[in-house]
T-cell receptor, first 113, second 112 residues
Framework: KNQVEQSPQSLIILEGKNCTLQ??????????LRWYKQDTGRGPVSLTI?????NTKSNGRYTATLDADTKQSSLHITASQLSDSASYIC????????????FGKGTKLSVKP | NAGVTQTPKFQVLKTGQSMTLQCAQD?????MSWYRQDPGMGLRLIHY???????DQGEVPNGYNVSRSTTEDFPLRLLSAAPSQTSVYFC???????????FGEGSRLTVL
């Protein structure tokens, strides 16, 4: 069964610290993996996309990694800011005929001053 | 650039009432979808459409109807609201190639 598991479920860090969020998936066949950021009361917004051939991709202070062999991805946030407080959702797209999207349940990050 | 527009943002219904959540996108995306988001459950697909005149069920379709008469609009109808439909609803559209979803701002529905 296609599944996406995220950990931890929630995380509290101090402003300025780094953190890493994890995403493990069992989706096959794999097309790509996206990380979305969802601010409280808003819709999710795409942060980055990882395809099969990409290992690392950065978007400002956000760095995503992908290990297609172990089917794991991580999102590393450097020098966290209060505005990073949000839920981060991992979504994997299969390359089947319908291009199904499989959602993780998200990690809720709280950055405290 | 409006993107995906949802209305209303908030709605309170009584059990058994009907209503329609509106969704419009101006990006000429063929694919549109409706999700509900509940605490601890993540986003779950209700219905989706791959083009005008074509709709299909997602993971949790019961109690909801959709139609797609134009590329731009994809309304979600609750025919007889139930307390279990209390949730935050998101409409999204995407390109068929990359799969990036563009979400609306959400509609918070409470059914009493």
């Amino acid at each position: 069964k296609n599944q996406v598991e995220q950990s931890p479920q929630s995380l509290i860090i101090l402003e300025g610290k780094n953190c890493t969020l994890q995403c493990n998936y069992t989706v096959s066949p794999f097309s790509n993996l996206r990380w979305y950021k969802q601010d409280t009361g808003r819709g999710p917004v795409s942060l980055t996309i990882m395809t099969f051939s990409e290992n690392t991709k950065s978007n400002g202070r956000y760095t995503a990694t992908l290990d297609a062999d172990t089917k794991q991805s991580s999102l590393h946030i450097t020098a966290s800011q209060l505005s990073d407080s949000a839920s981060y959702i991992c979504v994997v797209k299969s390359s089947g005929s319908q291009g199904n999207l499989i959602f993780g349940k998200g990690t809720k990050l709280s950055v405290k001053p | 650039n409006a993107g995906v527009t949802q209305t209303p943002k908030f709605q309170v219904l009584k059990t058994g009432q009907s209503m329609t959540l509106q969704c419009a996108q101006d990006m000429n995306h063929e694919y549109m979808s409706w999700y509900r988001q509940d605490p601890g459950m993540g986003l779950r697909l209700i219905h989706y459409s791959v083009g005008a005149g074509i709709t299909d069920q997602g993971e949790v379709p019961n109690g909801y109807n959709v139609s797609r008469s134009t590329t731009e609009d994809f309304p979600l109808r609750l025919l007889s609201a139930a307390p279990s439909q209390t949730s935050v609803y998101f409409c999204a559209s995407r390109t068929s190639i990359t799969g990036e979803l563009f979400f609306g701002e959400g509609s918070r529905l409470t059914v009493l």
